[in-house]
């Protein structure tokens, strides 16, 4: 009995892909890289619930909706993540966003001394039309509010834009100082 040439080079194609497998796994793996330990890391931490505030469509106050964020053993990690899914948008019909198109958060700092957080902004903060007084109020409400209620330690909010302190977002609201999150619900 003749074994068939194709199946003879299928053999012997798939014996050596077997071999160079264990060899990579077993001598030529290159260890974790720290970043993707840390995600590993966050990963085992599991999620927390957030409630995040966004404008209601009625301009007659809020609206709260849940979310998931990962948790994390870092308070700014967990602070730009529900900073993140703010300038996400609402999901509920019932809410407007309030941020200026293309706003995206930079970064964000705590400060644990001075339980203060610092949050960086990039220019579309300040340079897109929110709709006025009204608007910036809600904008700023919502991010306060939603900070007061996920993160009761953090005592202050510094707005930052572009790594720098600004007067105001749309010309309505002193921005120079710290807010007061609890100040805002």
């Known amino acids: 009995m003749k074994i068939p040439r194709g199946l003879v080079f299928t053999v012997f194609v798939v014996m050596i892909a ?50 998931s964020i990962v948790a994390s053993l870092h308070r700014d990690d967990e602070v730009q993540a529900v900073v993140g899914e703010l300038l996400r948008g609402p999901n509920s019909r019932r809410a407007v966003r309030t941020w200026p198109k293309g706003t995206r958060l930079r970064g964000a700092f705590y400060d644990e001394d001075l339980h203060l957080v610092y949050l960086d902004f990039n220019s579309a903060l300040v340079s897109g039309d929110t709709g006025g007084s009204a608007m910036e109020t809600m904008t700023l409400g919502a991010l306060l509010r939603t900070i007061a209620i996920d993160f009761p330690e953090v005592a202050a909010v510094q707005i930052l834009v572009d790594g720098l302190e ?11 100082k710290p807010f007061r999150p609890r100040d805002w619900l």
Request: hydrophobic share 40%; aromatic share 10%.
């Open 18 to 67: 077997l071999a160079a497998l264990f060899v990579w796994k077993t001598f030529l793996r290159h260890p974790v890289s720290e970043e993707a330990q840390d995600m590993e890391e966050l990963e085992e931490q599991g999620t927390r619930s957030v409630t995040l505030f966004f404008g209601d469509r009625n301009a007659q106050g809020f609206v709260a909706e849940r979310r």
């Open 166 to 176: 600004v007067e105001t977002l749309q010309g309505h609201i002193d921005c120079t």
